[in-house]
């Protein structure tokens, strides 16, 4: 079966950063869109950054780009949300999630994704 297991989320100070894994089983996480996304309290579900199968063609949200970077670890079926400058309203459950296309859709919208993780929580102090 399909799982997708997130990891090394934690508390930190604003300015500081973290990795986040999204390792995958039961497929090749190098054939297919992987997408983060993150949700606060309050809020709905919003796209982080995602990365093509294939290629791996690269997707931010506007407004973290520059200071959250996806990437691929084929040979470990991983794929990594390294998060610089974080900053309290970075707050919130983070997800990893698999769309069945090797393509992403740049709009990172939730509705395109099939599987899902069971989040780790990212929580960023002032």
């Known amino acids: 079966q399909v799982q997708l297991v997130e990891s090394g989320g934690g508390s930190v100070q604003a300015g500081g950063s973290l990795r986040l894994s999204c390792a995958g089983f039961?497929?090749?996480?190098?054939?297919?869109?992987t997408g983060w996304f993150r949700q606060a309290p309050g809020k709905e579900r919003e796209g982080v950054a995602g990365?093509?199968?294939?290629?791996?063609?690269?997707y931010y949200a506007d407004s973290l780009k520059g200071r959250f970077t996806i990437s691929r670890d084929n040979a470990k079926n991983t794929v990594y949300l390294q998060m610089n400058s974080l900053k309290p309203d970075d707050t919130a459950m983070y997800f990893c999630?698999?769309?069945?296309?090797?393509?992403?859709?740049?709009?990172?919208?939730?509705?395109?994704?099939?599987?899902w993780g069971q989040g780790t929580q990212v929580t960023v102090s002032s």
């Open positions: 039961g497929y090749t996480v190098s054939s297919y869109c």
């Open positions: 990365v093509d199968g294939g290629a791996g063609t690269t």
């Open positions: 999630a698999m769309r069945v296309n090797w393509r992403c859709f740049p709009s990172l919208s939730a509705v395109d994704y099939n599987y």
